[in-house]
C-alpha cells in the first residue's frame, strides 16, 4: 500500500474546504473513485441530473445566486461534450462554476482511443481555467486555483479532468485553505472626475448592467439615486438590482432600440454605465461627437466601433459608487422629466395589454398575472424564447436575482434546472421557471429529478407548438412562415408520468386560479398555457417604435 492518502479522497477534502455543498452530474466509470470518495463526505451530497447540460446549469445557478462556485461532473466524451453549453452558459453569464470530468488512464491505458477526445482543448475557448490532473501531489493547488478564477471579477466556468489513475494515486498534499482577497478601490481621481462629469450635466442618466448584479451594489446605487434623483435604467442582466417600483426607474432595456427606454437614454447628456458587460446587447450605441458616457466597472473599457468611454473609474463597483455618491452635490438646474416622460409612455401602453384577457393568453397580460399572484420574493427563471422580451419589458423585480434571465448565452434548456436551483437554495420562496414548449421540451427530463428531489416549484409552459422567437424574427424579415412548427406531447399527463402535478389553462380567469393554487401547493406543478404571439411582431417591431419616436 502506497504512503499518504488516496488522491481522490484528497479532492474530495479539498472541495470540502472550498465550501462545497452540492455536486450536481451524471458520473460514469471513469469517475467511481471520486464517487467512492464523495460517497463517505459529511458536507458535499451528490444530485444526480438527467443530463449533464442540467447539471451544469444548476452549478452555474448556484454560482449565480450565491457567488461562491457550483462544481458538477461528468464522465469523459460524451458526458464532457454536454457540459459544452453550461460552460459556456455560466462564462458568458458570470457565473462562477468548476467542472470535474474523468478520463481514461493516461499514464497506460489498454483501450486504444475508445471515448478519448482532447476535452482539456476542448473546454479552452469556454472557461477561465481548464487543467488535466497528471499528478496528485498538485490537486491542491489546482483545486484553489479553478475556485479562485471562478470566482474572480468576471466570474466563470473552469474545468479540472481527472484520469482514473490519478484519482487511484496516493500522496501526502493536503487542501490549501482559501486566501483572505478583496477587490481594489477605484482611485480618487478618477471618482473627482466623474463627479465633476455628473454635476456640470444638464441631464445625465444611470444605466446598470450586468456586472453590477453583486451584493452591497445594489444597496450603494439604491443610495445614489436617493441622493441625487438622477433616473436609472437597466440592461436585462442588471434586472432588480434597484427595485423598478422607484419613481427615477426608466425601464429595462429588452428590444435592441427604438423602445421608450432607448428615447430616454438618447435624451441624457451624459450616461454612466455602471458594470457594463459586452456579451449583452448594448442598451445604447456611442458615435463620434455623441452623448459622453462614464464606465464604472472592476475592468477597464472593451473598446469596440460603438463603445468608447471618455472617463473610466474602475474597482469595486459598489465601493466606486459610495465614493461617487458621498462627493457629488446635485444640481438643481438638472432635468429629468422628459425622460421621465418616456416610461409614463411606456406604462400607459403596456396596462391596457396587460388587461386583454382573450384566450390563448395574450403574453403581456401572462406577465402581469404572474406579478400579481406572486410575492415580492418569489424567483422567476426564465428560459429562452420570445416571451422573454415581455418579461424583461413588463415584470417588475423588486429584488436583485428574482428574475432570472439569460441574456448572455441566451440558451433555450436552462429554465427549468435553474428554477430547480433556486427552490433548492431558498426553500422558503416561490420559485417559478417560465418556459416556452421547445426550450423546456430540450432538458424536461430534470422534471424527474426535481421530483425526486421534492421540491416546490411551479413550471409554466408558453405554448405556441412552434420555436416562437425565430418565427417572429422570420415574420420581422419578411420570410414566409416556415419550418418552425412541430407537435407538443400532452403536458398534463407528461407531468404527471413524472409524479408531478399537471394543469392546462383554458381562460384568463382559470389561469389566475392556476396561479393562486400551484403557488399556495407543495410539489412540483406544470401548467399547460397556450399563448398568442399573433401580434408579437405588430407591438414588438412596429407600435413601441412608432409611438416612442412619436414623442
Known amino acids: 500500500m502506497a504512503e499518504g492518502k488516496k488522491a481522490s479522497d484528497l479532492f474530495i477534502e479539498c472541495l470540502e474546504e472550498e465550501g462545497c455543498e452540492y455536486i450536481f452530474g451524471v458520473p460514469g466509470e471513469e469517475n467511481l473513485d471520486f464517487l467512492d470518495s464523495l460517497s463517505r463526505s459529511k458536507k458535499i451530497k451528490l444530485i444526480l441530473t438527467r443530463h449533464e447540460q442540467g447539471a451544469g446549469f444548476m452549478a452555474a445557478t448556484y454560482g449565480r445566486h450565491t457567488g461562491k462556485t457550483g462544481v458538477c ?52 475557448p469556454i472557461t477561465k481555467f481548464t487543467h488535466q490532473m497528471a499528478s496528485s501531489d498538485n490537486i491542491p493547488s489546482r483545486v484553489r486555483e479553478a475556485y479562485r478564477l471562478a470566482e474572480e471579477e468576471k466570474p466563470g466556468a473552469t474545468h479540472i479532468e481527472l484520469p482514473e489513475d490519478i484519482a487511484d494515486e496516493h500522496t501526502d498534499s493536503v487542501p490549501l485553505k482559501r486566501s483572505l482577497v478583496r477587490r481594489p478601490n477605484a482611485d480618487a481621481k478618477s471618482v473627482a472626475q466623474a463627479v465633476h462629469a455628473l454635476q456640470n450635466a444638464k441631464a445625465p442618466v444611470l444605466v446598470i448592467g450586468a456586472g453590477a448584479n453583486r451584493k452591497m451594489t445594489g444597496k450603494m446605487l439604491a443610495e445614489l439615486v436617493e441622493k441625487t434623483g438622477i433616473p436609472f435604467l437597466t440592461t436585462q442582466l442588471g434586472k432588480g438590482v434597484i427595485d423598478e417600483r422607484h419613481p427615477k426607474f426608466l425601464g429595462c432595456a429588452a428590444l435592441s432600440a427604438g423602445d421608450f427606454v432607448h428615447r430616454a437614454v438618447e435624451d441624457a447628456d451624459l450616461i454612466v454605465n455602471i458594470g457594463h458587460d459586452v456579451i449583452e446587447k448594448p442598451p445604447f450605441f456611442m458615435r463620434e461627437g455623441g452623448t459622453p458616457v462614464i464606465h464604472v466597472s472592476t475592468k477597464t473599457a472593451e473598446v469596440d466601433p460603438v463603445y468608447f468611454p471618455s472617463i473610466e473609474v474602475i474597482g469595486d463597483i459598489a465601493n466606486a459608487i459610495w465614493q461617487i455618491k458621498e462627493a457629488i452635490t446635485p444640481n438643481p438646474a438638472w432635468n429629468f422629466d422628459h425622460m421621465l416622460a418616456y416610461r409614463a409612455a411606456e406604462v400607459a ?41 415581455w418579461f424583461a419589458r413588463g415584470y417588475t423585480a423588486y429584488h436583485p436575482n428574482t428574475v432570472l434571465l439569460d441574456n448572455a448565452l441566451a440558451t433555450m434548456g436552462a429554465g427549468l434546472p435553474s428554477a430547480m436551483m433556486s427552490a433548492m437554495l431558498y426553500p422558503d420562496r416561490k420559485v417559478m421557471a417560465i418556459c416556452g414548449d421547445g426550450g423546456f421540451m430540450m432538458n424536461s427530463q ?21 420555436y416562437g422567437m425565430i418565427r417572429w424574427k422570420q415574420a420581422n424579415m419578411g420570410f414566409e412562415d416556415f419550418g418552425l412548427t412541430y407537435g407538443n406531447p400532452d403536458f398534463v399527463k407528461y407531468a404527471e408520468s413524472y409524479g408531478a402535478h399537471g394543469h392546462r389553462v383554458t381562460s384568463s380567469e382559470h389561469l389566475k386560479e392556476l396561479l393562486a393554487h400551484c403557488r399556495d401547493t407543495p410539489g412540483v406543478h406544470l401548467i399547460d398555457c397556450p399563448v398568442d404571439y399573433s401580434e408579437n411582431d405588430q407591438i414588438l417591431n412596429k407600435d413601441i417604435k412608432e409611438l416612442s419616436k412619436a414623442l
Not at 468548476?98 to 482539456?120: A, E, N, Y
Not at 430534470?446 to 412552434?466: F, K, P, Y
Open 349 to 389: 401602453h403596456t396596462a391596457p395589454l396587460a388587461a386583454d384577457t382573450r384566450f390563448p393568453i395574450f403574453p403581456p397580460h401572462l406577465v402581469q398575472q404572474i406579478r400579481d399572484a406572486l410575492p415580492e420574493d418569489a424567483i422567476i427563471c426564465l428560459d429562452n424564447g420570445v416571451y422573454k422580451i
Open 73 to 124: 461532473i461528468a464522465t469523459l466524451g460524451p458526458g464532457a461534450t454536454n457540459f459544452v453549453t453550461a460552460a459556456a452558459y455560466a462564462t458568458l453569464g458570470g457565473m462562477p462554476m468548476l467542472m470535474i470530468t474523468g478520463q481514461k488512464p493516461i499514464k497506460k491505458s489498454k483501450q486504444g482511443r475508445f471515448q478519448i477526445l482532447d476535452v482539456v482543448s476542448m473546454m479552452g
Open 446 to 466: 430534470e422534471m424527474e429529478t426535481a421530483v425526486r428531489l421534492g421540491l416546490n416549484l411551479t413550471v409554466l409552459i408558453l405554448n405556441d407548438s412552434s
